[in-house]
């Protein structure tokens, strides 16, 4: 057994098991990057970084922390972010949302990540919780638009910043056509890229392609992906930002005896024909797992 320490917990791990894993999906003709989200309690701390040490071998490009609404886990944020740089030696990102929060406190917040060098940045609006609508937080003291936030961290710090892109639009945009020039706007402010919010039919991501290349965005895209073994609760997480869960996918989950494996099909073939459009980098909602995603990149490696 090996023993990983850090200031939260003691954890065990069997490093030859993992390692078994690993071994046999690398190399691999992509890159790939990971999101965690801040755990609530040691338990969760053990399972992030099993997890975080099962797939830092696979070498991201980064991974990312995510951030509560309105800064709720902005503690646990930073903290995470820190114990997985300190624990992988990983590029990790962290996620800052800027509705709500006064700009003063979100620039200190900045600089605080990057004097303890957390370096990108995934700049995200974040949503907006019930009973606030956005004309309750105008300029001056908070941002209105991401492309503003993400202009603003820049003339900060020269951060690498992510942002986010809609496949079948954001719930709030009025059109695909709008969040497109939303898209552009934050491209335009300096984003290094953007990830998509997670889908589950390749023609969905494909004609989203087709749109962002239509209006001129030659920003970098990176489609997100969410392993599903747990059906219903991917339905529910797909209600929130209205992603389309696919007759198929149900009917696979219905039929399957085995969601772990049925999931981890899954997620290859998406990954086997996203490759066929031409994508070579893809963004893992790892939901703070990897068992699901080693196995859908094993499953690969046998195609």
Not at 200 to 221: K, L, Q, S
Not at 248 to 262: A, C, H, N, Q, W
């Amino acid at each position: 057994m090996h023993t990983v320490e850090h200031p939260f917990l003691r954890f065990r791990y069997t490093s030859k098991a993992i390692r078994g894993s690993i071994a046999s999906v690398m190399p691999l003709p992509f890159t790939l990057s990971f999101e965690f989200f801040p755990p609530k309690n040691d338990i969760g701390r053990e399972a992030l970084l099993a997890a975080a040490s099962a797939l830092v071998a696979l070498k991201p490009e980064f991974v990312t922390v995510t951030f509560g609404a309105g800064g709720s886990t902005k503690s646990g944020t930073f903290e995470t972010a820190q114990i997985l740089q300190r624990e992988t030696g990983l590029k990790v990102g962290a996620h800052l949302s800027y509705f709500g929060i006064p700009k003063s406190e979100l620039f200190a917040y900045a600089d605080t990540l990057w004097e303890n060098d957390i370096r990108h940045l995934v700049a995200l609006r974040g949503d907006i919780p019930t009973g606030q609508h956005p004309a309750d937080f105008r300029e001056p003291d908070y941002f209105e638009y991401t492309s503003e936030f993400v202009e603003a961290l820049l003339a900060r710090h020269p951060f690498d910043i992510s942002v986010g892109a809609y496949p079948e639009k954001h719930p709030d945009a009025p059109s695909l056509a709008a969040d497109l020039v939303a898209l552009q706007k934050k491209c335009d402010a300096g984003a290094a890229r953007a990830i998509t919010q997670f889908f589950f039919e390749t023609p969905t991501f494909a004609h989203f392609m087709d749109e962002v290349r239509a209006a001129g965005i030659t920003t970098p895209i990176v489609p997100g992906l969410l392993p599903v073994s747990d059906l219903a609760k991917v339905c529910s997480f797909a209600e929130k930002c209205r992603a389309h869960i696919p007759a198929t996918l149900k009917e696979i989950f219905t039929e399957g005896d085995d969601p772990l494996r049925v999931g981890a099909e899954f997620l290859a073939r998406q990954i086997s024909e996203l490759r066929g459009t031409g994508v070579t980098h893809f963004h893992f909602y790892t939901l703070n797992k990897a068992d699901m995603i080693l196995s859908a990149l094993n499953h690969i490696k046998g195609l």
